[in-house]
């Protein structure tokens, strides 16, 4: 009896730990599951091709990409800072028509970077070509938008694990926020901005105008 309830009592404060700690994953300076790809307008608001994405899995304080053209060496190329989330975008300003280029990420951890990767790569295709609004699994109105944003999903995303970004031309992150009614973002100024829908297993991008 006496050992059953000594398990008893050892069950319930590992439990207990557990629900205290469930969310308070630890950091780690280790990048994993690197994805890239080109942005696509999904409006006829703007001139097509946008950007490169490029995401992996969050599990560090903040991160910085370096790029540049195919066998840069590595300290001479451009780079970002991604401060919110796991992920940038690098507007096409940046970068030219049917070119390749390589990129390396690194995480920071309470105030320190880790390793660099190894090198990763994506090409660019051309500048221009619309992408259908309709073939986009969410839809945001109204656009041009004042103060707040709506959108509406359809079940291609799970809206328990949906995270709503919305990044500048710069690439810069200017707003987060998770699954919600409505989004006001009446604190970002007058321009064009990119809204990433993103769940555990998609994300899309639209842009929008603020007014």
């Known amino acids: 009896m ?9 069950l319930v404060c590992s439990l207990s730990f557990y629900a205290a700690n469930e969310f308070e994953l630890p950091c780690n300076t280790e990048i994993l599951g690197i994805k890239s790809e080109e942005m696509w307008t999904t409006c006829e608001c703007n001139n097509g091709a946008v950007a490169v994405e ?6 560090a304080d903040s991160y910085e ?12 190329g451009e780079i970002m800072e991604a401060n919110i ?14 070119t390749d ?3 390396y990420v690194r995480a920071e951890c309470n105030g320190e ?43 291609a995303f ?16 200017r707003y987060k926020s ?11 100024p007058a321009g064009t901005y990119i809204v990433s829908v993103r769940d555990k297993q998609s994300s899309e991008t639209m842009i929008i105008q603020k007014e």
Request: glycine fraction near 8%; aromatic fraction near 18%.
């Open 2 to 10: 006496k050992t059953f309830l000594l398990s008893t009592l050892f």
């Open 54 to 59: 490029i995401t992996w899995d969050d599990t």
């Open 65 to 76: 990409v370096e790029y540049g053209l195919k066998g840069f060496q590595k300290g001479t």
């Open 85 to 98: 989330g796991n992920g940038v975008y690098i507007p096409y300003e940046n970068l030219n028509s049917f």
């Open 101 to 103: 280029y390589d990129f």
């Open 113 to 155: 970077f880790g390793e660099w990767t190894s090198v990763n790569s994506f090409s660019t295709t051309r500048l221009n070509g619309i992408k259908s609004v309709q073939n986009s699994n969410f839809k945001v109105f109204p656009n041009p938008v004042e103060d707040v944003l709506n959108i509406n999903f359809d079940s």
């Open 158 to 173: 799970d809206l328990n694990h949906v995270v709503i970004y919305i990044f500048d031309l710069t690439g810069s992150v």
């Open 178 to 188: 998770g699954y919600k009614e409505n989004y006001n973002i009446s604190s970002l």
